[in-house]
């Protein structure tokens, strides 16, 4: 087994804050996701994360326009500049003197410089890389071009012009200001300064088309809309500062308000409180989208200030994020939980961010994704993979259960009303071609979906509906899926039910705690079960009265259960693992000494059984050796400071003379009282504080059934760690004649079968699918009947990988299709030197692949069969309009007779 896991992407955390960026190309969106970047490619219909993590929450970004660099920036006024290109971080700068927080990002049109309004001042900076004439590139990353302190004031907003030669600054002290960045143009010596608004502005911007580029257009957060006309032209201003002599007068950039315009008088739904919350302007299409408090956005085209659309988003949370794609065809918005910026006012709290992308010409969704909120109330509770590994199930503590595709990262479906409370357990059933899965919850249900009609079928329920149980976790029979079982928090016992019939077998009783975890072994009718009453069980069901069971005692109270899927578990030998001091050490704001509360209370098997991945509250992820009870890999989930957890010390300037910790200052009492203590067991936060802290967390973890990924429930959601992305040299059966130079030898000679040998010992997925590729059809048959048996899985493996990507969908399925009828009974027999476990992943990779081509190939036909029944039709209607219009003419030739 490899432990070469790479972060892959988040599921479930599709917008936090921040601004929402375009790709050049248009067809690609960046979106801010805590201290993590999400990359949502629109025309292929897939969603992954950026291999990159800041230390704090992301506040605000800014893409260069040849897509090459981006910046981003933290709420702790911190500035990283990040390769697109290699996808790596190239620089960080923390800031100091530009304020308490970096309101905007902008590259300059050209990509000449890049500019950061900070809270007191603005930086503009020469851009890295980027030609000057006489001087060559600029190497440093942060070289100063010009410093602005505008006002007093908090600047809130920055703008270019077309040329980049102006910059407007918008500040809190209702004023705009026009300042010259470019030191050629010598006509503005001084900043020009616009005041009209009584509020504060939200944005200004330059019209920047061909009438009148110097025009600006400025909106207030109550809705006032300004129109400011320049007196003269940007080629007068030009053509002024190349030809201004001593003696002459440089020609003045004044403005004036042109019009006037208050739109909320268009908005419908309003209140008292709803206000501007976000903007963006496209000089392309002279379009400009308002968003605001209430989840309203209104799209103008200007000069006229036409209204075109008027919409609302089905939250109520505020629009904090509005962005055109560059030819203004798709609108990207943006709503997060709470307010957005530090100016907004505060509206009812929505439970979901929502991710949209509208292309408002056809008023059609181009994306549509939803996710649980930041807030602490929303988080993840539970997880399950199906068997193929081509979705993801999870549960949250608001009641929703969301199906994810694991190729495309987006959510299939949402079931939002069928839990009245939080989900505290998914799995899916065996023997239903994955289609079929069930979740137990608070609200003393178990439900049974449908993934083929997207429906609830079943709901079990305790039988006394005055005391209803409490479920907080399920296990189903592993051997033909019907029976299904559930411990409850608030009784410590354990229901059995019948799928099928929805009747209750049976109740187990015994436990003197909440029943943690339980678990079916896969090989027979018994079930294992653990407590909070520092015990597990293991019940011999189906045997009446009779139900003989087995006590384990432990030594602490017991939190989760895991049994391998060949149910080869036996008794415990020696010392077991000990894994506190593997979770690092951390301590938290408000305790007073360090490793509190650190433990596991998630683990999970690996297919074989000889790995096992365990979690809990920790910044850490560790997979240990079964056998061996080694450490084998320890991952750092996250390395977020705006969450709790992860700080290793408390700094010495938080400390006072006594050692008092100044969080647990900052918490006390008003009446000369102590500091509050948390409630015990708390695992989130504490929700009696005004400013939540999110506290890191492993809720559930869960090994991928092809092995190639694992998957856990988290604070940030769901966090994926996969081989895909991993690149690593681990070649096999190496020796000193395998090179990529004599691999492409032999291809060349058409020696297929030595290159094929060669590309697998080697173990380059390139180097496979070059030789693969290369090989000719009616070769497939003899090269495959001369590979070794050890060599078949390596190459099945390739195979399932190269299925996700390539388009030549029948001829890798030809490969396939001869390795497997060829080798079928050497395969089943398991004479594989790498085991049955590792050829049932592989097998499930493969089926997962070939599974989404059948499903993408099914839906094309199924169009196309309806197309096709459709066009004799529409033939027919022709024809029948024609022949009519054909005796009209006629009869309008007799009439002329």
């Known amino acids: 087994m490899k432990f070469s896991y790479k972060f892959n992407n988040i599921l479930g955390s599709v917008y936090d804050k921040g601004n929402l960026v375009f790709f050049p190309n248009g067809t690609q969106l960046l979106s801010p996701c805590g201290n993590k970047v999400n990359i949502f490619d629109l025309i292929n219909g897939r969603g992954s994360a950026l291999p990159i993590e800041v230390q704090h929450n992301i506040t605000c970004m800014a893409l260069n326009p040849t897509a090459s660099l981006l910046l981003i920036a933290t709420e702790k006024a911190q500035l990283y500049m990040i390769s697109m290109i290699s996808e790596k971080i190239l620089h960080r700068k923390d800031y100091k003197n ?50 602005i302190k505008p006002t007093y004031e908090e600047s809130n907003s920055i703008a270019w012009n077309h040329s980049s030669q102006l910059l407007i600054i918008t500040s809190k002290d209702y004023s705009i200001r026009i300042y010259p960045i470019d030191k050629n143009l010598t006509t503005i010596t001084k900043p020009i300064t616009l005041t009209a608004h009584n509020d504060i502005i939200i944005g200004a911007f330059f019209a920047n088309d061909k009438l009148n580029p110097l025009n600006i257009y400025s909106i207030a957060r109550t809705g006032q809309f300004f129109t400011w ?41 309003k209140d008292s409180l709803t206000r501007v919350s976000t903007y963006n302007y496209n000089c392309e299409s002279k379009l400009m989208v308002i968003g605001f408090t209430n989840g309203a956005f209104m799209l103008y085209e200007l000069p006229d200030s036409i209204l075109i659309h008027s919409l609302q988003l089905s939250t109520k949370g505020p629009l904090t994020s509005i962005s055109f794609n560059p030819n203004g065809q798709w609108i990207a918005i943006g709503s997060s939980v709470g307010t957005g910026t530090a100016h907004d006012v505060h509206t009812d709290v929505s439970t979901q961010t929502q991710l949209v992308v509208w292309e408002w010409q056809s008023e059609s969704f181009i994306l549509k994704q939803s996710g649980y909120s930041s807030s602490i109330t929303n988080s993840y509770e539970c997880i399950a993979y199906s068997p193929d590994a081509s979705l993801i199930v999870t549960g949250g503590s608001d009641g929703r259960i969301k199906v994810w595709n694991m190729h495309s990262g987006f959510c299939l479906s949402t079931f939002a009303t069928e839990h009245k409370g939080p989900v505290t357990g998914v799995e899916f059933a065996a023997g239903k071609n994955g289609k079929v899965f069930l979740s137990c919850s608070l609200d ?30 399920i296990a189903i029979d592993k051997i033909g899926g019907d029976f299904i079982a559930a411990g409850s928090h608030n009784f410590f016992e354990i229901f059995l039910w ?103 209370s998630t683990i999970c098997y690996s297919a074989d059984g000889e790995f096992l991945i365990a979690g809990g509250k920790s910044k850490f ?121 004599a691999m492409r030898r032999n291809l060349q000679m058409e020696n297929y079968a030595e290159a094929l040998m060669q590309s697998i010992k080697l173990n380059d997925k390139n180097f496979v699918r070059e030789v693969v590729e290369s090989t000719p059809i009616n070769q497939i048959n003899l090269i495959a009947s001369t590979l070794p048996i050890n060599y078949v899985e390596k190459l099945l493996q390739q195979m399932a990988h190269a299925l996700e990507t390539t388009t030549h969908i029948e001829f890798y399925m030809k490969w396939v299709t001869t390795l497997l009828s060829l080798h079928c009974t050497n395969l089943k027999a398991n004479i594989i030197g790498s085991g049955a476990d590792s050829l049932s992943s592989t097998l499930r990779h493969l089926q997962q692949a070939i599974t989404r081509h059948y499903n993408d190939l099914a839906n094309i036909c199924e169009h196309n069969k309806y197309t096709l029944r459709f066009v004799p039709l529409l033939a027919k209607h022709s024809t029948s309009q024609t022949n009519v219009n054909d005796d009209e003419m006629l009869v309008d030739d007799e009439e002329i007779d």
């Not at 203590?677 to 989130?684: E, F």
């Not at 081989?723 to 681990?730: C, G, P, T």
């Open 621 to 741: 992820v560790c997979i240990y050796n079964v056998k061996e009870k080694l450490l084998m890999k320890k991952f750092e989930i996250s390395h977020n400071l705006s969450l709790d957890g992860f700080q290793d010390f408390i700094s010495k300037r938080k400390i006072k003379e006594f050692d008092f910790n100044l969080e647990l200052v900052k918490h006390r009492e008003t009446n000369d009282g102590m500091a509050p203590i948390a409630l015990p067991g708390v695992m989130k936060s504490d929700y009696a504080d005004r400013e939540l802290t999110p506290i890191i967390s492993v809720y559930q973890i869960r090994f991928s059934p092809t092995m190639r990924a694992f998957s856990f429930v988290s604070t940030e959601g769901v966090l994926i760690y996969s081989l895909d992305k991993a690149n690593i040299f681990d070649p096999f059966e190496l020796d000193t004649s395998v090179t990529p130079i």
């Open 444 to 473: 003393g249900t178990v439900k049974a979906f449908d993934l083929n009609r997207y429906r609830c079928f079943r709901t079990l329920a305790a039988p006394n509906e005055s005391k209803p149980a409490q479920f907080i976790c």
């Open 498 to 600: 019948s799928l099928k019939t929805g009747r209750l077998l049976e109740i187990l009783t015994g436990h003197e705690g909440p029943v943690s975890s339980i678990k079916f072994s896969p090989s027979n009718n018994t079930l294992y079960s653990c407590s909070w009453d520092n015990t597990a069980r293991i019940w011999n069901l189906f045997e009446g009265p009779k139900c003989t069971r087995e006590i384990i005692k432990l030594g602490a109270d017991a939190l989760d259960l895991a049994i391998r899927d060949d149910g080869n578990d036996g008794e415990q030998i020696g010392v077991g693992i000990e894994g506190k001091d593997d979770l690092g050490s951390a301590r938290y704001q408000r305790d007073i000494v360090k490793d509190k509360h650190k433990h596991f």
């Open 98 to 147: 530009i304020g308490q927080k970096i309101y905007d990002l902008q590259f300059s049109p050209d990509g000449k410089y890049y500019a950061v309004c900070g809270t007191s001042q603005i930086n503009v900076y020469l851009t890295p890389g980027f030609a000057i004439n006489g001087k060559g590139r600029v190497l440093s990353a942060f070289k100063i071009h010009q410093i």
């Open 229 to 269: 006309k320049s007196e003269c032209s940007f080629n007068e201003l030009i053509s002024n500062t190349e030809s201004i002599a001593e003696d002459e007068e440089a020609i003045k950039l004044n403005y004036k308000i042109e019009k006037k315009r208050y739109i909320f008088e268009e908005l419908k739904d």
